[in-house]
């Protein structure tokens, strides 16, 4: 739900003063860095639980002439009417209601948007106030405030909360009682059956009914008591099925098998098998490709590792690795490399004949599932974002630079960000797998997939 609060008005009617006094700060560092240019200033208000935005660093084109003063206020007002539930349009009450006012308050009204009208500066005497010219701009009662000294503060927080309706509650994570849905996925003879075959026949397992058969795909529920001692329900999904038939089948006809049958969607968290001997295939990248397509958080399996480790058990060296774990590091390595376009995945290496660390491989997915219902504060999102685009700015094509000019997260499962940018056909591939990455690393995400939504310049 939207609760994102915007600040427009023209230049100098004291946004950012009103910005800092709703977000309780003393005095705005945020405009005054030197070097660095925010477009949007944003901060999460906790006590009712929405985000505000200073939109007056938009448009500004280092010219101070009044043609360029209207056209940022303008392009700020789009900005918000495409972002914020509410709009808090600020005027002057000491100078009075201008021409360019007035034009904002036209667009404002034909928008259709929510808008409270806050008249600034009103420190003392109101007698300087022509409340006539302010209620002409059609925009209802006007708040009266001081975001100096503080007049009329909590009349418009009370407004604020009056317009946004009151904060819902946070959102209950998911019922953790809830069977986590996991499924297998991975070229022939990796070994799926087998893993699926350990999971339900684990002594630490439980398998708690007797399989619920849907026409194609079986669910099979089983109980799987973590490394915290708490018992995790899962649902795991098998496409043991229609094995024998896909068995021989390319890994084309396979996928199309395997989405046919929703295998994917039903799930939480897809493990990706990989033979451990064999390496990253091509096989293995295009199958990674769909989970990727669809958004869900993997967790890599490296399974048969007891080969690896008879390997060197019986031949000591095995060329050109020199221990098991040179083995497994550079195999992650090469991991990493080629599937490059999974979200910083974990990696867990098993053997499904051993049974070794399969207990982790489910420790992974009740984590990585947890995670995918993360809030991320949009304020801590704006500069991580801000954070990863100075450090590697977008590539500029054709002269202009992709720009963000605010995040705010929509959406979890998979993680949903909204961007508003100055263009978004700009957004590369690359430069949106490093956003994605960036993030990820930031809010300790790994597996996660994220998915940006982009919002154009209006
Ligand atoms: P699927 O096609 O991915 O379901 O693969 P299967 O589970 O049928 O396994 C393919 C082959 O690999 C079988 O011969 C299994 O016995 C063998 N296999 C599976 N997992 C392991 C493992 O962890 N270690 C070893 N040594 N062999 C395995």
Not at 6 to 13: E, L, M, S, Y
Not at 49 to 76: F, K, M, N, V
Not at 127 to 141: N, P, S, T
Not at 262 to 290: M, P, S, Y
């Amino acid at each position: 739900m939207n609760r994102t609060v915007a600040i427009v008005g023209r230049p100098n009617v004291g946004k950012s003063r009103l910005f800092n006094r709703l977000a309780r700060k003393r005095i705005s560092i945020v405009h005054d860095q030197p070097g660095v240019t925010r477009d949007v200033v944003s901060t999460d208000i906790a006590d009712g639980g929405y985000t505000l935005l200073d939109t007056g660093g938009i448009g500004y084109r280092g010219s101070d002439t009044p043609a360029a003063l209207t056209a940022a206020s303008e392009e700020q007002v789009e900005f918000a009417i495409a972002t914020a539930a509410l709009i808090l349009f600020v005027v002057d009450g000491l100078d009075g209601i201008s021409g360019l006012d007035a034009k904002i308050a036209e667009r404002l009204r034909k928008s259709g948007k929510p808008v409270r009208l806050v008249v600034n500066k009103a420190d003392f005497d109101d007698e300087k106030i022509d409340l006539a010219e302010v209620y002409r701009l059609g925009l209802g009662e006007p708040l009266r405030v001081s975001a100096e000294h503080g007049r009329g503060e909590s009349e418009l927080r009370a407004a604020i909360i009056e317009a946004l309706g009151t904060a819902p509650e946070i959102e209950e994570a998911r019922d953790p009682q809830k069977p986590l849905g996991v499924c297998f996925i991975g070229r022939p003879n990796v070994g799926k059956s087998s893993l699926s075959n350990r999971l339900l026949q684990s002594d630490r397992l439980i398998v708690s009914e007797v399989p619920g058969t849907t026409r194609d795909a079986i669910e099979l529920p089983f109980e799987f008591i973590g490394r915290d001692g708490k018992s995790y329900p899962f649902r795991l999904i098998d496409t043991a099925g229609i094995k024998a038939a896909t068995k021989l089948a390319s890994p084309v006809e396979y996928f199309s098998r395997l989405r046919s049958l929703d295998a994917i969607k039903e799930t939480d968290v897809v493990f990706l098998v990989l033979d451990a001997l064999e390496g990253v295939t091509q096989q293995d990248k295009a199958i990674a490709g769909e989970a990727v397509k669809e958004h869900k958080p993997i967790v890599l399996v490296v399974n048969k590792w007891d080969l690896v480790k008879r390997a060197f058990k019986e031949r000591g060296a095995f060329e050109p690795y020199k221990s098991e774990r040179d083995y497994r590091e550079k195999y992650e390595k090469a991991l990493f490399d080629r599937l490059y376009f999974t979200p910083g995945s974990p990696v867990i290496f098993v053997s499904a004949v051993s049974g070794y660390e399969v207990d982790r491989m489910l420790n992974a997915a009740v984590k990585v599932n947890r995670m995918m219902d993360a809030k991320l504060p949009t304020a801590k999102l704006n500069r991580a974002i801000e954070f990863l685009t100075e450090r590697t700015p977008p590539p500029a094509i054709g002269g202009k630079r992709f720009r963000v000019y605010y995040a705010t997260q929509t959406g979890n499962r998979p993680f949903r960000i909204r961007l508003f940018c100055n263009r978004e056909e700009q957004l590369s591939e690359q430069y949106r797998r490093y956003l994605e990455a960036g993030l990820v690393d930031e809010f300790g995400l790994a597996g996660c997939p994220i998915y940006f939504d982009l919002v154009g310049k209006p």
